[in-house]
């Protein structure tokens, strides 16, 4: 999977090319920061996204620059990053943090088959909540035709990862301050009913209960 | 604040430009994702970062591709997001996120002197965790010589803030399905010791009880 533009180069000993590890931070987050070069300028977006087996897809209005950049086939770079964790470490320098994060390097190509956006549509509706679909309206045919939707295949794709404790020597310990890990979790709190919506629909268990493989 | 450059294109009902509003965001979160072009190509990298006064400051490693392509003047976009909840709405194109984001665009400064180095590393440290640094053994001449640390003014800075419910038309609220939002947060769990640490020591009040405006 590596490839020289997404082989990691800073502390390679965090680098992971398995396939599966990408995935799995990907299926994990929720948001991903596109980069890309318009006017010569390098721009930076946060947007949502879906896997689907071997590739990404994104989505938006054809109007915004993002979509515009990408859908030219210009090459841009896409990163997830999952925050785990800040190490206190005995030294100022040695603090760091652990994390997950995944970068994809890519040319997008633009879905035009109504059918196969619709797929998309539901895929990441599905993401949002599994089981969801079959509870809301699907998009018309005007939605779909206003909608952008780009699949990225995951050719170029690294993950790096960080676990565990400080890396200082043993000497640096004698400092005395404490020091560990404290980890950090993306939280669901108590859902917050629509004061719009249906007042006898009961809140779905996939909402109440929300879960991420974490 | 707004420029041509950092005027908020899309949904620019989101847009916030005060000052306050881009420096709340960014004291709460912990990562930045930055984009650079090198050799043609766009990159996006994640990296930690703590505001100072009207600037963001960056460090890390002088050989590293995004220090070199920030140290050499190159415009750079920089974009911090917290993701605050999932919009559930009664159709499949009216799920949204509730999200604050911030964009900065701009040219870094490369600190030199050691003064300025040192103090920066210290804010580094007391952003982990006030009070951390009176702590832990301060960087040595050696470890500040090695890290390289860039100062960015907030010149150009744009936030983007979502909030509530879904927007789609009271018809589409008849479908019946839960509608509302389910809120996130990024959540510190129980402090884990470092086995080598000192045994005596106990967790303190700031790592114990952490918390960050949110």
């Known amino acids: 999977m590596p490839t020289a ?10 680098a992971r090319y ?21 006017d ?6 946060p947007t949502n996204y879906v896997r689907v087996g071997d590739k990404l897809y994104l989505h938006g209005s054809p109007a915004s620059r993002l979509m515009k950049a990408l859908s030219s ?7 997830v990053t999952l925050l785990d964790g ?3 470490s005995p030294t100022a320098m040695g603090h760091s943090v652990n994390y997950r994060s995944v970068v994809i390097i890519g040319q997008a190509e ?7 956006k619709m797929n998309a549509m539901r895929d990441f509706v599905e993401y949002v909540a599994r089981g969801r679909w079959a509870t809301v309206r699907p998009p018309t045919p005007q939605e779909i035709a206003a909608t952008m939707i780009l699949a990225v295949p995951l050719v170029e794709a690294s993950a790096k990862i960080r676990t565990g404790f400080a ?3 043993d000497a640096e310990y004698a400092s005395g301050a404490w020091t560990g890990v404290l980890p950090f979790k993306w939280t669901p709190g108590e859902p917050i009913r629509d004061p719009r919506g249906n007042p006898s629909a009961a809140v ?11």
Do not use: W
Not at 21 to 38: E, K
């Open 86 to 88: 800040i190490v206190f």
């Open 73 to 79: 086939g210009a090459p841009f770079s896409l990163s």
């Open 5 to 14: 533009r997404t082989k990691v180069r800073r502390k390679p000993d965090r």
């Open 18 to 38: 398995e396939r599966q590890t990408v995935y799995d931070i990907l299926d994990q987050a929720f948001v991903c920061h596109v980069a890309f070069i318009a």
């Open 167 to 169: 890396v200082d020597s």
């Open 110 to 116: 633009v879905l035009h088959d109504p059918d196969a």
């Open 40 to 45: 010569s300028m390098p721009f930076v977006v």
């Open 204 to 214: 779905p268990e996939n909402i109440l209960h929300y879960s991420r493989p974490q």
